[in-house]
């Protein structure tokens, strides 16, 4: 059935060529209308409230603000904001990480156009889209799991990290992958790596997921509780 109603979308995304072919696909639906478009986390910001769209359509890891980051900010003033995020990532970390950043879904880059456009319409009408592996039961559960591993997380010392790894802690918990750490605070891959590795010994974290897991709610409570 058609819509009477279009569906006014502002994409974010700082591939270019990325960005326009995700444009070209949409525009050909007749009920979805592309108002505007940004290729870093403040500029998605800014035209969000200059704009005034039905939905962000938004890449995770952007320069100057990834779209958590952005989805974030924007939540902290506008509550009924809907946001879908883009990655090539769709794993757990990646989908906790979204769910409690207010987004409302997380779809593949890879992904086929019907699943996108039934992703966008499911968010439009307040329905949650994070993909055919996480039906509603399964987010609560992850929610859950991962509200458990926060609860017993608070115990660690974060003190003892330096100015530098609680950066990085923070950048880890925006989904920042060590090349985007890189280029960001401008070192190398292989230092961002060894800060990593620093920063999981000094925290007695045992396994990458975990510290990505630590660093996402780290992040979330203090960006929380700074205002």
């Known amino acids: 059935m058609k819509r009477e109603e279009n569906i006014r979308i ?3 995304d ?6 326009a072919g995700i444009i070209k696909i949409l525009s050909s639906v ?15 910001i800014r035209k969000y409230y200059e704009l005034d769209p039905d939905i962000l359509l938004a890449d995770i890891s952007m320069p100057l603000l990834s779209g958590v980051e952005a989805v974030k900010k924007i939540k902290e003033t506008n509550e009924n904001v809907k946001a879908l995020f883009l990655s090539m990532y769709d794993s757990e970390e990646y989908v906790y990480s979204c769910l409690i950043s207010g987004g409302m879904g997380l779809i593949n880059k890879n992904c086929m156009e019907e699943e996108l456009v039934n992703a966008i319409e499911m968010v439009f009408d307040g329905r949650r889209y994070f993909g055919k592996n996480y039906p509603e039961e399964k987010l609560e559960e ?7 591993i926060r609860q017993k997380s608070n115990g660690r010392d974060v003190s003892a990290l330096t100015k530098r790894e609680l950066e990085i802690l923070n950048l880890i918990g925006d989904g ?13 891959k292989r230092t961002a790596e060894t800060h990593k590795f620093n920063i999981m010994h000094k925290l007695n974290i045992k396994s990458l997921p975990e510290l990505i897991k630590f660093a996402i709610d ?3 409570n203090e960006k929380t509780n700074s205002f």
Do not use: P, Q, V
């Not at 700082?14 to 960005?19: A, G, N, Q, S």
């Open 10 to 12: 502002l994409i974010a």
């Open 14 to 19: 700082d591939h270019k060529l990325f960005r």
């Open 30 to 44: 007749d009920n979805i209308l592309i108002i505007g478009e940004a290729e870093n986390g403040e500029e998605l």
């Open 142 to 148: 992850l929610l859950m799991s991962y509200e458990t």
């Open 176 to 188: 920042f992958t060590n090349s985007e750490i890189a280029d960001r605070i401008t070192i190398s």
């Open 218 to 220: 780290f992040t979330h």
